[in-house]
């Protein structure tokens, strides 16, 4: 996967051994694609985009900024917990993570699915990982798009300071108001 990487972009989280990952629609197909192996994905969090892994090959990926919230969910028939993403276009992704090996013991010594604690950890952390590094990456296009001013050029020694940190306040001349770029705040 690192040879698959764009410039600057950093693995985040990755799925630990025995877990695999499945990708639906706005429907959760559980019946359908629970054991059926060649639908089994390993997915990577990057800081610019989720990728799905087919034996080492990128087989779906969503970047980040297509993303606008990531809410852990547990399904109401069986309580399995999963991802549910709501992207820009309007989508919604779920993703079930299971671990294969766990199912079948729960087949076998619990008569069927047994709620899984380590299961539902495993969503809620990556549904609150995923959110960390979308609001990461809207906070660095923020910058880049220049939303926010840049930091004003230095003032002269005569300007006054700011009582609640002592920096220099600079005169906005539109407003005739001192203002503090270090508290962002008029004083």
Not at 38 to 43: D, E, G, I, N, S
Not at 168 to 177: D, E, G, M, S, V
Request: charged share 25%; with cysteine.
């Amino acid at each position: 996967m690192e040879s698959k990487l764009s410039e600057g972009e950093v693995i985040v989280k990755t799925l630990g051994e025995g877990w695999h990952a499945v990708r639906h629609g706005e429907k959760i197909e559980w019946f359908k694609t629970a054991y059926k192996r060649k639908l089994f994905r390993k997915p990577v969090l990057t800081n610019q985009r989720l990728v799905f892994l087919n034996n080492e090959d990128i087989d779906y990926e969503i970047p980040l900024e297509d993303i606008v919230q990531t809410t852990s969910k547990r399904y109401l028939r069986l309580g399995t917990p999963y991802l549910r993403l709501e992207l820009k276009n309007g989508n919604i992704i779920h993703i079930v993570f299971e671990n294969i090996s766990q199912r079948v013991l729960d087949a076998i010594f619990a008569g069927g699915y047994a709620e899984d604690a380590n299961q539902i950890r495993l969503v809620k952390a990556w549904a609150d990982e995923i959110n960390l590094h979308v609001k990461e990456m809207k906070t660095r296009q923020l910058y880049k798009a220049k939303i926010f001013p840049p930091p004003p050029p230095p003032t002269p020694a005569t300007s006054p300071i700011c009582p609640g940190c002592g920096h220099p306040l600079t005169l906005i001349q539109q407003y005739n108001r001192w203002y503090c770029y270090n508290c962002r705040k008029y004083s």
